[in-house]
């Protein structure tokens, strides 16, 4: 019966796996191959794989490994930011479209299929994240093929932009309630800038004025004024 493959370590640094078997006549049949390239490749991918370990679990920025869009791994960044409890827990996880909300699977699994084809294109995306317990995060991902485990995978760095996200949105916010405000206004409204142009100018100021707004926009406001007036106005502004 074959024996199970011995690996020995030559001092000239040469490395074998040897086979063994029994024969029929008691003798033994031994056949050895040369790995020695092989176990150099293998163990080069190990040091190779645990200086990234290193690099990326101190890193601030979460990181993840998918392959196939299968998550493979998660630094610690990343596993606090999406609520995990830990790198194993999150690997339960069988696809990256459910770190995402519903809204932006189809982008993001679309990306990732390109990405894993060769297209080149932005690796940058804002897109909001889904965490463990259902809660959003707004991140900032950038995207590149690398090699794990001697296979093709994604490497996928997330920034959480949240705040900065929730800030910007606010103020769209404002402002669209500013404009319906402005434009709804019964009385005429002007904004001019600090040197007399119209920035803006509303559908009552229209009515009032007997211009369109892109008659004025742009346009110094002591057109609007009688001539001694307008003359004048400019000196008011200093």
Request: zero cysteines.
């Amino acid at each position: 019966n074959p024996r199970e493959p011995i690996i020995y370590h030559r001092r000239d640094g040469v490395t074998s796996l040897i086979y063994e078997q029994r024969l029929e006549d008691g003798s033994t049949a031994t056949i050895g191959h040369d790995i020695t390239d092989a176990e150099a490749a293998r163990e080069a991918r190990r040091e190779s794989e645990a200086l990234y370990r290193d690099l990326v679990e101190g890193s601030l920025q979460g990181m993840m490994v998918h392959r196939g869009q299968v998550p493979v791994y998660a630094n610690e960044a990343f596993i606090r930011m999406f609520g995990y409890e830990s790198l194993e827990d999150l690997l339960r996880v069988r696809s990256i479209g459910d770190f995402v909300h519903h809204d932006d699977v189809d982008r993001v699994i679309s990306r990732a299929m390109r990405r894993s084809a060769g297209e080149d294109f932005s690796p940058l995306a804002e897109l909001r994240g889904l965490r463990k317990d259902g809660g959003n995060v707004w991140i900032l991902t950038s995207a590149r093929s690398i090699q794990w485990q001697g296979e093709a995978a994604i490497q996928v760095t997330a920034i959480d932009i949240t705040d900065r996200k929730e800030a910007e949105l606010a103020n769209e916010r404002t402002e669209t309630r500013f404009r319906a405000f402005f434009e709804n206004a019964q009385t005429g409204n002007i904004v001019i800038d600090s040197s007399g142009t119209v920035a803006d100018f509303n559908s009552a100021a229209a009515t009032i004025f007997g211009y369109g707004a892109d008659e004025v926009i742009g346009r110094n406001v002591s057109m609007l004024m009688a001539s001694h007036d307008g003359e004048r106005h400019d000196d008011y502004l200093k």
